[in-house]
């Protein structure tokens, strides 16, 4: 494979390398990848995160292990358990589905291609939505957005972020309240990393500030990425969307889902249907990062840790995908349906 250089992925040199996004934003460590075993661990426990950004990491690693050499049943063996890594994001499942297909009818040694294809396909949805999602937003607004879905989740400039990050490089003066999102902190440790690194004006909020800024007419558009979109257009993402959603709907707000096609599946009728990962209870007792880890309740305390949650296609101004903005009406006449 040749060079592929992402801000939190790279293969370089013969080297596949994961920015450790547990030790953002207070150090840069880069984390050799060269085992399934490394790459499940790194995706379960969000080291590498983000719905495309894991779907590259995955198919990046069988383009290693075919050049170094192991056999066909051995690459179908590290797809199968590449793709069960995490259950939502469609993206990993996509990848790798890609990735087989490419086996199937090209062989072992076209995978290290068909993986920078899928590496360079990501930065050009990357690129489209945010072209797209800029033109909607208007000079001095204020976007509030959640988790993070920037160039930590992806290899480009991200989805919503992406959009963020065009609209504030077309000179249109805008403003980002970040959700900090419990429990593992996207927004807090990782969005305003990004903010900060492409100077554009932020301001972190507790996600239960949220509703108080939108009653306040504080906030234009809420923008979020997704983890898997359902043809009738409900989609997952980061837990705390729903709400977010609802409030925006109550208060007549704007809220757009930012995605690249290959978030949609076309073989989930609806969002009921998406599985919902659901993670450690340690995650919500206290938090971990690069400053450490502390627990507030305690140890024994039960918990319900759902790392999603689903967002019904009503609450939904509009999606932006690569290809278009799709509204309502569209959706409703199975733009996302397969055929
Ligand atoms: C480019 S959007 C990615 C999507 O993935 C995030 O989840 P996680 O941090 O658990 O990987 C979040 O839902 C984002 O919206």
Same mark, same amino acid.
């Given at each position: 494979?040749?060079?592929?250089?992402?801000?939190?992925?790279?293969?370089?040199?013969?080297?596949?390398?994961?920015?450790?996004?547990?030790?953002?934003?207070?150090?840069?460590?880069?984390?050799?990848?060269?085992?399934?075993?490394?790459?499940?661990?790194?995706?379960?426990?969000?080291?590498?995160?983000?719905? #495309?950004?894991?779907? @590259?990491?995955?198919?990046?690693?069988? /383009?290693? +292990? =075919?050049?170094? &050499? !192991?056999?066909?049943?051995?690459?179908?063996?590290?797809?199968?358990?590449?793709?069960?890594?995490?259950?939502?994001?469609?993206?990993?499942?996509?990848?790798?589905?890609?990735?087989?297909?490419?086996?199937?009818?090209?062989?072992?040694?076209?995978?290290?291609?068909?993986?920078?294809?899928?590496?360079?396909?990501?930065?050009?949805?990357?690129?489209?939505?945010?072209?797209?999602?800029?033109?909607?937003?208007? #000079?001095?607004?204020? @976007?509030?957005?959640?988790?993070?879905? /920037?160039? +930590? =989740?992806?290899? &480009? !400039?991200?989805?919503?972020?992406?959009?963020?990050?065009?609209?504030?490089?077309?000179?249109?003066?805008?403003?980002?309240?970040?959700?900090?999102?419990?429990?593992?902190?996207?927004?807090?440790?990782?969005?305003?990393?990004?903010?900060?690194?492409?100077?554009?004006?932020?301001?972190?909020?507790?996600?239960?500030?949220?509703?108080?800024?939108?009653?306040?007419?504080?906030?234009?558009?809420?923008?979020?990425?997704?983890?898997?979109?359902?043809?009738?257009?409900?989609?997952?993402?980061?837990?705390?969307?729903?709400?977010?959603?609802?409030?925006?709907?109550?208060?007549?707000?704007?809220?757009?889902?930012?995605?690249?096609?290959?978030?949609?599946?076309?073989?989930?009728?609806?969002?009921?249907?998406?599985?919902?990962?659901?993670?450690?209870?340690?995650?919500?007792?206290?938090?971990?990062?690069?400053?450490?880890?502390?627990?507030?309740?305690?140890?024994?305390?039960?918990?319900?840790?759902?790392?999603?949650?689903?967002?019904?296609?009503?609450?939904?101004?509009?999606?932006?995908?690569?290809?278009?903005?799709?509204?309502?009406?569209?959706?409703?006449?199975?733009?996302?349906?397969?055929?």
């Amino acid at each position: 494979m040749q060079d592929l250089i992402a801000t939190s992925l790279k293969y370089q040199q013969g080297t596949l390398s994961v920015l450790d996004q547990h030790q953002l934003p207070d150090k840069e460590v880069w984390l050799a990848c060269h085992s399934v075993k490394s790459m499940v661990d790194m995706i379960k426990k969000l080291q590498i995160r983000g719905a #495309p950004l894991i779907g @590259i990491g995955a198919s990046l690693l069988l /383009g290693y +292990l =075919a050049e170094q &050499g !192991v056999d066909e049943n051995g690459l179908r063996e590290a797809a199968a358990t590449l793709r069960a890594a995490r259950p939502t994001a469609v993206n990993l499942m996509n990848n790798m589905d890609s990735m087989l297909s490419v086996l199937n009818t090209q062989g072992v040694g076209a995978l290290p291609k068909e993986a920078e294809r899928l590496f360079h396909e990501d930065i050009a949805l990357c690129d489209a939505m945010a072209s797209r999602g800029a033109q909607l937003i208007k #000079p001095n607004s204020h @976007i509030l957005t959640h988790c993070n879905t /920037g160039s +930590l =989740a992806t290899a &480009g !400039v991200g989805t919503a972020i992406g959009v963020i990050r065009a609209a504030h490089d077309q000179g249109k003066n805008i403003h980002v309240y970040v959700d900090e999102t419990r429990p593992l902190l996207q927004g807090g440790r990782l969005t305003t990393w990004e903010m900060g690194k492409f100077n554009i004006p932020h301001t972190l909020i507790c996600d239960n500030m949220a509703a108080l800024l939108m009653r306040d007419g504080k906030v234009d558009y809420v923008l979020v990425g997704a983890d898997r979109i359902a043809a009738n257009g409900d989609f997952a993402n980061k837990v705390g969307t729903y709400a977010l959603a609802v409030i925006a709907h109550y208060h007549k707000i704007p809220f757009y889902v930012v995605a690249p096609y290959t978030t949609v599946d076309p073989e989930c009728p609806e969002g009921s249907m998406i599985p919902i990962e659901e993670r450690d209870a340690a995650e919500v007792r206290g938090v971990s990062g690069s400053f450490g880890a502390v627990r507030w309740s305690p140890e024994d305390t039960p918990v319900f840790n759902p790392a999603f949650d689903v967002t019904p296609a009503f609450l939904v101004t509009g999606w932006i995908l690569d290809n278009a903005v799709y509204s309502q009406d569209e959706i409703h006449k199975g733009v996302l349906k397969r055929g």
